[in-house]
């Protein structure tokens, strides 16, 4: 009789397990725009639990360069680029983020981590003739976690780290300005062409701490009337938090 009892309760314990571990919902396909989410104990977890493939780049031939077991290892190891995704808790419905803009993704200590990303340009040294060029750099980082068996999301922390710039950079910079403005005087059609990179090339210059480009920056609209008021003021927003940050850190 006490071994059947012992029997019985190492069935219902292995079934208990199971149980907890399985998940009371469906889980659909991991589609964009929606991406599905639920707590386990302390942790984040994804519904899609197949092994992840990175293939080479090209269409000429496929080749596997290295595969993680899912989805959650994969993110552990290394950030995947991301477009806009509705981020949802599947066993409440609840959207925890649903924010136009691309961003990064990572999963790190159960939390699923989000960093917003922006193209910035930056100063290329990698061949003889330095010029500038983009790329993507974090400016945000939201953390996605459990707490109470509740899924929560922190808020957005200003985490950008500027492309570093040298001296010959600066001296391109002013060049660029003093072309575009040679462009304004001379109505050319070349002129708007120029505008969205001469402001960008400021701000990099302005979070790398030059005062000239900083001003030229903020006087952008009255310099060059033409240029789009909004997206001037996204970047003039990312520099004051920036340089907010940066006075806060220095007061500590």
């Known amino acids: ?100 803009g691309p961003y990064d993704k990572s999963y790190k200590n159960g939390k699923l981590i989000i960093e917003p990303i922006r193209m910035f340009f930056y100063w290329d040294k990698q061949y003889e003739e330095n010029n500038w060029t983009q790329k993507y750099y974090s400016v945000f980082k939201e953390e996605i976690y459990v707490e109470n068996d509740s899924i929560k999301i922190t808020e957005k922390e200003f985490i950008l780290k500027p492309p570093l710039i040298s001296e010959k950079a600066l001296i391109r910079a002013n060049e660029y300005f003093k072309e575009t403005i040679e462009l304004k005087n001379k109505k050319s059609d070349e002129y708007e062409k120029n505008l969205w990179s001469l402001q960008e090339i400021l701000l990099t210059c302005a979070l790398n701490g030059d005062k000239l480009s900083k001003q030229r920056l903020l006087n952008f609209k009255n310099t060059f009337p033409k240029y789009d008021l909004e997206r001037l003021n996204k970047s003039i927003e990312i520099l004051k938090q920036f340089e907010n940050k940066a006075h806060t850190h220095n007061t500590v």
């Open 1 to 100: 009789m006490r071994n059947t009892i012992i029997f019985l309760f190492l069935i219902t314990s292995i079934f208990s397990c199971k149980k907890e571990i399985k998940p009371f919902f469906d889980c659909p396909d991991e589609r964009w725009p929606d991406f599905g989410i639920y707590s386990r104990n302390d942790s984040i977890i994804f519904c899609d639990t197949t092994r992840v493939n990175i293939v080479a780049d090209g269409h000429e031939k496929y080749e596997i360069l290295a595969t993680y077991k899912n989805k959650i290892e994969y993110l552990s190891k290394r950030k995947a680029g991301s477009g806009t995704e509705t981020i949802y808790d599947l066993k409440t419905g609840k959207t925890i983020r649903n924010e136009f």
